[in-house]
């Protein structure tokens, strides 16, 4: 079975600084990883994906991620935090032994304070 | 403007009633999800159609019930036999559900509050 673990519910940063959003997979086979942010009573919105090649993914809004298979991680990053991104953030893995089926995680709240 | 529409936004049931969520896409996508979301528990699959006519149980599929007669409609009927229902539904779609690398696209809810 596949899972997602995002092993931290809540991340506090303060605006301009580095930000950091964990989460680890577990699949057989080869993964396809996403990130999706969601902000209160809306639906989710797609920031990155990873499927091949570089293990460093840019994606909307500043965001990246970085895509690491023997740890089996794919961390979502951002430079400089803003206000703006204190959302909630989802991980979700998708694979072909789970006839396509996304597994999300439970999500991390982000806060960010100016 | 292509996107997924739902409806209502906000929907209250009594007890031992059915109801339907409606979902409706314009972005020509073959695949259609349907999830809930619970305070810390992230979306869970309800059902899932990869194609018109078709559809599947996904991991909480007891006490919904769906169809998929049009490619761009995909209701979610929420029965009596559902004793937990109140929830934030999304709904979402991706161009293929076979293709892996495809992301999904999300409507903006329906919250769903038993009376």
């Known amino acids: 079975a596949q899972s997602v673990a995002q092993p931290e519910d809540q991340v506090n940063v303060a605006e301009g600084n580095p930000l950091t959003v964990k989460c680890t997979y577990s699949?057989?086979?080869?993964?396809?990883l996403f990130w999706y942010v969601q902000y209160p009573n809306r639906g989710l919105q797609f920031l990155l994906k990873y499927i091949t090649g570089d293990n460093l993914v840019k994606g909307s809004y500043g965001f990246e991620a970085e895509f690491n298979k023997s740890q089996t991680s794919f961390h979502l990053k951002k430079p400089s935090a803003l206000v703006s991104d204190s959302a909630l953030y989802f991980c979700a893995v998708r694979a072909n032994t789970n006839a396509g089926k996304s597994t999300f995680g439970d999500g991390t709240t982000l806060t960010v304070k100016p | 403007d292509g996107g997924i529409t739902q409806s209502p936004k906000y929907l209250f049931r009594k007890e031992g009633q059915n109801v339907t969520l409606s979902c409706e896409q314009n972005l020509n996508h073959d695949a259609m999800y349907w999830y809930r979301q619970d305070p810390g528990q992230g979306l869970r699959l309800i059902y899932y159609s990869q194609i018109v006519n078709d559809f599947q149980k996904g991991d909480i599929a007891e006490g919904y019930s769906v169809s998929r007669e049009k490619k761009e409609s995909f209701p979610l009927t929420v029965t009596s036999a559902q004793k937990n229902p109140t929830a934030f539904y999304l709904c979402a779609s991706s161009i293929s559900g076979a293709a892996m690398n495809t992301e999904a696209f999300f409507g903006q809810g329906t919250r769903l509050t038993v009376v």
């Open positions: 699949v057989s086979g080869n993964p396809y």
